[in-house]
């Protein structure tokens, strides 16, 4: 009973990028190739509420649940791990036709094939755990 409230959140999201069209290997063809504004509007409405929540969590002095501030450090500078690693989430994007946000959203639509995604990105993020202090960050 504890985490229903994140179960509703949960299907809620997965509800609105399924009928958005935002898990469509299609609407993600389509962006690819510079052939429909639908995913670059999605995408472009994400970017302005996310600059928007956190101005407003940082200029209110917002609290978490349990009263503490929330703090988000800066990020680190750096060009080169920030364009790696947007060339291969991007490569592996474009290859799979989506982007790993909606993998179980596209498993409970009953698209089983994604099941070799979520394979990979478990494996991608367990090889990156052991890695993680060998590569430059």
């Known amino acids: 009973m504890k985490f229903l409230k994140y179960l509703l959140v949960g299907l809620v999201f997965g509800i609105v990028l399924t009928k958005s069209e935002a898990v469509s290997w299609y609407r993600i063809y389509e962006m ?43 990020k680190d500078k750096g060009f080169t791990n920030y364009m790696t690693g947007g060339i291969l989430f991007g490569l592996g994007w474009g290859l799979i036709g989506t982007c790993p946000g909606p993998i179980f ?28 202090n060998k590569l430059p960050h």
């Open 32 to 74: 690819f190739h510079f052939q429909s504004f639908h995913m670059f509007g999605i995408i472009m409405t994400a970017v302005v509420v996310g600059v928007v929540g956190i101005q407003l969590i940082k200029r209110n002095n917002v609290k978490d649940i349990t009263g503490q501030p929330i703090v988000i450090p800066d």
């Open 105 to 132: 959203i596209l498993i409970g639509a009953g698209f089983y094939g994604i099941g070799l995604v979520l394979l990979g990105a478990l494996v991608g993020t367990y090889l990156y755990g052991l890695l993680r």
